[in-house]
């Protein structure tokens, strides 16, 4: 996968070779307040595979340690750099310094199937049993 940085970018990198995900870094230190959130500018651009999406999915440890989260869709044919909302759902504010592992970007496969507007669905077993609807 061809990537390119801006001035200050880190490479992403796996820490195993068999790793999901490749961590993206922060490039510039941000204090997240708690409650709030904080938007990284990673400084990557990549040229995603053809028929995948790049996820961003949060780091287990800054979410575990420190009530980080982060979700994120890069599409196939976006180029530019990768931005990063991360959430702080923990009562302290927390400061991710440049250079840390910040989120993770985890590529899949995907599909895009043609839409078919129709008058009804077919009907299945669960039907439109929503939240709750299975028991305990």
């Known amino acids: 996968m061809k990537v390119t940085l801006?001035?200050?970018?880190y490479v992403p990198t796996r820490a195993h070779a068999a790793d999901a995900g490749l961590d993206l870094y922060a490039r510039d230190t941000v204090t997240i307040p708690a409650g709030g959130s904080g938007v990284f500018d990673t400084g990557v651009h990549v040229s995603l595979p053809e028929h995948t999406v790049g996820m961003l999915k949060s780091k287990s440890g800054l979410n575990v340690k420190k009530n980080l989260l982060c979700e994120g869709v890069i599409d196939e044919g976006y180029t530019g750099p990768i931005v990063a909302k991360v959430y702080n759902h923990g009562k302290e504010d927390v400061t991710i310094?440049?250079?840390?592992?910040?989120?993770?970007?985890?590529i899949l496969p995907v599909l895009t199937p043609a839409l078919?507007?129709?008058?009804s669905l077919d009907e299945t077993d669960r039907g439109a049993g929503g939240f709750g609807s299975t028991g305990k």
């Open 6 to 9: 801006d001035p200050g970018a």
């Open 97 to 106: 310094e440049a250079g840390m592992k910040l989120v993770q970007l985890v």
């Open 116 to 119: 078919e507007l129709v008058d």
